[in-house]
Antibody, heavy 120, light 108 residues
Framework: QVQLQQWGAGLLKPSETLSLTCAVYGESFSGYSWSWIRQPPAKGLEWIGEISLSGSPNYNPSLKSRVTISLDTSKKQFSLRLSSVTAADTAVYYC??????????????WGQGTLVTVSS | SSELTQDPAVSVALGQTVRITCQGDSLRNYYASWYQQKPGQAPILVLYGKNKRPSGLPDRFSGSTSGGTASLTLTGAQAEDEADYYCNSRDSSGNHLVFGGGTKLTVL
C-alpha cells in the first residue's frame, strides 16, 4: 500500500521561503511523477508542479519563477521550495503521486496535507 | 479563473442520479480525472482516463467526455457522496495540468 507522508514549517513570515518534504512508502519511486498541489482556505485546488526521475520539472506558469521541486531518490523523498511567500501563498499543501501511464496524468495517492500560513 | 469550468454547486435527492460537468477547450483532446474531497480531508481519485475507476471505488461513479465537456455521473447518490468534486486535465497549451474550480455536491 502506497503512503505519502509530508512535513515542513507551518508558519512563515512574508518574503521567507516555504519548504516541504514528502516521503514515499510502500512503492517504487521510479515509474511515476511526483507532484505538489495546494488549496487556499475555502478555495479550490491548484497544481503547483511535478517532477519525474527521467525529466525536467514541470511547473505551473503562474508560480514558475518562485518554485523548485526536487527529488532525493536515495531517501524516496521529494521536496517543494517556494520563495518570497506572501499571504496569498497561505494554503494547505499536498504532495501526490502522479501516474504517467496515460495522458493526461492523474494523482492516485495523496499526502495528508500541510497547512502553511504566511503572516507577519 | 480556471481553464476548466465547473458549476459551483449541484444538489441531488438521495438515490437519484446527478451529473457534474467540467468544460474546457483542452477536453476536446484530453480526458479529465476526477477527485472527491470531503471536509478536512485530502482529495481522493474517483475517475481517470476513459471512464476508469480506481480499485475499490463503487461503480455508481462513471465518466464520459463529449466535445469540450467531461462529465462525472453519480447513479444512485448516497449520503456519503456529499463532497466537493474537482476535475483535472491539461491546460490549453497541453504543457501543464489544471484543476477546475470544483463543484459542491449536496445530497438531499
Amino acid at each position: 500500500q502506497v503512503q505519502l507522508q509530508q512535513w515542513g514549517a507551518g508558519l512563515l513570515k512574508p518574503s521567507e521561503t516555504l519548504s516541504l518534504t514528502c516521503a514515499v512508502y510502500g512503492e517504487s519511486f521510479s515509474g511515476y511523477s511526483w507532484s505538489w498541489i495546494r488549496q487556499p482556505p475555502a478555495k479550490g485546488l491548484e497544481w503547483i508542479g511535478e517532477i519525474s526521475l527521467s525529466g525536467s520539472p514541470n511547473y505551473n506558469p503562474s508560480l514558475k519563477s518562485r518554485v523548485t521541486i526536487s527529488l532525493d531518490t536515495s531517501k524516496k523523498q521529494f521536496s517543494l521550495r517556494l520563495s518570497s511567500v506572501t499571504a496569498a501563498d497561505t494554503a494547505v499543501y499536498y504532495c501526490a503521486r502522479t501516474d504517467t501511464a496515460m495522458d493526461p496524468y492523474f494523482f492516485d495517492y495523496w499526502g495528508q496535507g500541510t497547512l502553511v500560513t504566511v503572516s507577519s | 479563473s480556471s481553464e476548466l469550468t465547473q458549476d459551483p454547486a449541484v444538489s441531488v435527492a438521495l438515490g437519484q442520479t446527478v451529473r457534474i460537468t467540467c468544460q474546457g477547450d483542452s477536453l476536446r483532446n484530453y480526458y479529465a480525472s476526477w477527485y472527491q474531497q470531503k471536509p478536512g480531508q485530502a482529495p481522493i481519485l474517483v475517475l481517470y482516463g476513459k471512464n476508469k475507476r480506481p480499485s475499490g471505488l463503487p461503480d455508481r461513479f462513471s465518466g464520459s467526455t463529449s466535445g469540450g465537456t467531461a462529465s462525472l455521473t453519480l447513479t444512485g447518490a448516497q449520503a456519503e457522496d456529499e463532497a466537493d468534486y474537482y476535475c483535472n486535465s491539461r491546460d490549453s497549451s497541453g504543457n501543464h495540468l489544471v484543476f477546475g474550480g470544483g463543484t459542491k455536491l449536496t445530497v438531499l
